[in-house]
Structures are given as C-alpha cells and as structure tokens.
C-alpha cells in the first residue's frame, strides 16, 4: 500500500554544536519542538542528537525515505553518552601511541566517537598525504582493544580537522567561521577570488586549514550578479 507522504512529520537533527543537520521521520513522536534531544539510529550506531528544525509535513518523500527517531532521550540515556564520551580520551591516546608504534607517516589521529550506547567506536583521522592510507593494522589493534565495540576508522579532510580545533580565523576573528555557523563545507574555486578581485597571494586567500577560505563563496554571486550589469 502506498503511504500517504504528507503525513511525514519531519524533523532536523544535530549531533553536535556546528554540525551538518540531518532529517529524520519523526512520526513516533506525539510531538516535538526545536530543543528536544531524542535518539536515533545513524549510521555509526545509535545516537543522541538535538531537534533544531521542524517541517510538520512534506509532500516530497526522500529517496528511500527517512530514517525514523526512536523516541525522546532521557536523563538516563544523557547520562550513559557522558559515560562512554568520558572514555573517548583514552581512546585518542591508544590510538595515537599505537600509530607511532606501526609508524605511520603522516597519519594524525584526530578524535573519537562513541555511540551512545558504546556498541559503535569511530576514530578519525587526517593525512597528509593524497594516497590511500592502509590502517588494517590499526584498526585490527583497537578492535582487540576496545572490544566489544565495533570499531571504524574514518579519514576525515582538512576543513573537518580545523572546525574539531578550532581557533581564530586568517581573517581576525576570535573564532573561525567553521566552528561558528558552517554547517556544510561548499566547494570554492579560485575563480571566486579572481571574480572578486581579491589578491591571489596565497596568505590572502588561504585559511588555517590550508584550503581556500570558506568566505570567498559569501559574496561571489553579488559580484557576479553585478558584473551582468
């Protein structure tokens, strides 16, 4: 029987405080508002995400159709994410001991997540290489380490690497861009800068991550906009 897709009530969820917001069916739920924290399955295991968006209903169902969340979180279920997140530390450190240990250049453990019930481990990583990184070895020593949690170990880009640490912008900014509002990175081309007249000097139009910078999309279809005229 075909479902009636305007009886989705969608909602967007956050995992973390910049974070990209994903949709969810939120029909389990007698009702909801932007705030409430529930649980969900993704897919690195269950997790405990905040509601920032709400569309009660949508005539256009997402290929596949949405994952749907499981029920509001509880204080009980708070509790049990601080657990296993007071145990992603030690996580870093075995990790990056273990790299050194197998000497695995330019491989930089970055951080760590567990699900919220710790079935699932991820531990992230950036390299400075382009090429494919072999980690078997890696991931095969914190299997046997942190078992029984299934461990996954996920390359993760410069941008990414610089929104975890954070820090002030090339710009002056206090705070980068990255970690206060940009949800999604979007693809910048050096067209942008030359569209602006911006100088191509490279310290002018890199960030802190060694990329281009992320600001030289904000204004780049004004300027071309403008241009036209």
Request: aromatic share 8%; glycine share 8%; charged share 30%.
């Amino acid at each position: 029987m075909t479902e009636d897709v305007k009886s989705y009530k969608i909602a967007g969820v956050r995992f973390s405080k910049v974070g990209k917001v994903y949709h969810f069916d939120a029909r389990k739920l007698e009702s909801f508002r932007t705030g409430d924290v529930v649980l969900v399955e993704t897919s690195r295991g269950w997790q405990v995400g905040e509601i920032v968006t709400s569309v009660q209903s949508s005539d256009t169902p997402m290929e596949g159709g949405w994952k749907v969340i499981d029920r509001l979180a509880t204080p009980k279920d708070l509790l049990q994410r601080q657990s296993w997140q007071a145990k992603e530390p030690d996580v870093i450190s075995t990790a990056k001991k273990r790299t050194q240990e197998l000497r695995l250049q330019g491989v930089k453990i970055i951080m760590c997540e567990y699900s919220y019930d710790g079935t699932r481990l991820t531990i992230f990583f950036g390299s400075e290489s382009e090429d494919k990184v072999e980690l078997k070895s890696l991931r095969g020593d914190m299997q046997r380490t942190f078992a029984p949690a299934q461990v996954e170990i996920k390359q993760i880009g410069p941008r990414d690497i610089a929104k975890f640490y954070g820090g002030m912008g090339a710009c002056g900014l206090e705070k980068r861009c990255c970690c206060s509002f940009i949800t999604e990175f979007s693809s910048i081309s050096i067209r942008m800068a030359k569209e602006q007249g911006i100088s191509l000097t490279p310290s002018e139009i890199t960030g802190m991550c060694g990329r281009l910078r992320c600001c030289l999309i904000y204004e780049y279809e004004n300027y071309v906009e403008a241009r036209k005229l």
